[in-house]
């Protein structure tokens, strides 16, 4: 019975030294990155060293990918800065160059494709209904006789129940209002899709796929860097752009300028004119999500 | 020696328990004007309702547009 019992703790401790030496193996075989970035911390909480390193190994990772020299900023809000946005319905002619505006600026995949902003064609008559809207319609030439059209992207919410349900705390809004999310704290529940209901942010199935002469490495952690397979990601209002100074892309690039971009707490802003002047629509406002993306008619 | 070191330690105490005070009033201060000028702004959004919008939609006149080629719809799932 004693000689059993010698046996055993001599067995168990053979098991324990070679679990031990086993992981040691494991763990020098990963690369030093590879470890970081498993253990990283959410974006929120890294101290300002931290960030810089982040960033700067994720210009190389990205640089070496995509054979172009990235930048990855993590640049804060600007102070006293809430970024509100308005479309003008009566302008807009359904031509989706600011969805594929969009495309570039922030490095959608393109297969299996992804569109962060969504062009719906609505008839006249029925007025806004989303049930009879129509996003792949495809004349030769638009707008079409008889409708309108009602460009659809992440409404920025100022009470957001994306954020109240991710488990992770994956995703936040920041100062100037723009909701973002940690792709690297993304654990790809999807439940923030299930409760956003615009319908603004998309899941990646598939390892993302973006041609390397067509990526922009220009980019923000928050925003438009590549992103893994199995995370969420939605419209930052290009906040790489905005931060900077600069309008997102689909402002600039729409021929009808019907897209109104700006601080809403800058009362000599255009969109602050439009709040002042205009009545407007928030989409569902009966769910208290309070949007700041604001519909108007400029007729 | 030992007293003189214990006065420096209270002033220089006092003096950054002051500093964060101030900071922190200051802190909130501006959060407070932020957070006013961000709710009179909600306060003062008049917005339409549904059969406002409709009506509205219904007057969207393109007749005068230039018609142009749309880019690609998305792919059908």
């Known amino acids: 019975m004693q000689k059993g019992k010698k046996n055993s703790r001599r067995d168990f401790l053979k098991k324990v030294s070679l679990g031990v030496g086993g992981s040691a193996v494991a763990l020098s ?49 600007i102070d006293n800065t809430f970024f509100g946005y308005a479309l003008d319905l009566s302008r807009c002619i359904g031509c989706r160059r600011c969805v594929y505006a969009c495309v ?66 994956a995703t936040w809004q920041e100062e100037d209002g723009i909701v973002v999310v940690d792709y690297n704290w993304c654990i790809g529940c999807r439940y923030c899709m299930a409760s956003c209901p615009y319908g603004a942010r998309h899941f990646n199935w598939k390892e993302p796929h973006i041609p390397e002469e067509e990526i922009n490495p220009i980019t923000h952690y928050l925003g438009n ?28 690039i729409c021929p009808t300028g019907s897209r109104k971009f700006g601080n809403l707490l800058d009362p000599n802003s255009e969109i602050r004119y439009i709040l002042d002047n205009k009545r407007v629509l928030v989409l569902k406002a009966e769910l208290n999500t309070k949007p700041n993306f604001f519909y108007f008619f400029g007729m | 020696m030992e007293i003189e070191t214990k006065k420096t330690n209270r002033s220089g105490f006092i003096k950054q328990i002051m500093l964060g005070l101030i900071s922190a009033f200051s802190f909130g201060l501006i959060a407070f004007k932020t957070q006013k000028e961000k709710s009179s ?17 219904a007057l969207i006149d393109h007749s005068k547009v230039t018609r142009t080629k749309p880019e690609l719809p998305p792919h059908k799932a």
């Not at chain 1, 911390?41 to 070496?64: A, H, Q």
């Not at chain 1, 995370?231 to 600039?252: A, H, L, M, N, W």
Request: charged share 30%.
């Open chain 2, 41 to 57: 702004v909600q306060k003062n959004i008049n917005t339409l309702s549904d059969s406002e919008t409709n009506k509205l939609t």
């Open chain 1, 104 to 169: 570039d600026e922030n490095n959608q995949s393109r297969d299996p494709q992804i569109h962060w902003i969504k062009v719906l064609q609505m008839e006249k008559e029925k007025g806004i209904d989303f049930a009879h809207s129509n996003i792949h319609y495809n004349p030769e030439k638009v707008p079409e006789e008889g409708h309108f059209y009602v460009p659809v992207s992440c409404q920025q919410c100022e009470n957001p129940p994306c954020i109240k349900v991710c488990p992770a705390k």
């Open chain 1, 225 to 252: 860097r590549p992103r893994p397979v199995g995370v969420v990601e939605k419209c930052t209002f290009c906040i790489q752009r905005v931060r900077d100074g600069k309008y997102p892309s689909c402002v600039e």
């Open chain 1, 29 to 77: 075989a990963c690369s030093n990155p590879q470890f970081d970035n498993f253990f990283q911390r959410n974006f929120k909480t890294l101290s300002k060293n931290d960030i810089d390193e982040i960033l700067k190994n994720l210009e190389i990772k990205y640089s070496e990918k995509y054979g172009k020299n990235f930048t990855v900023s993590g640049k804060k809000a």
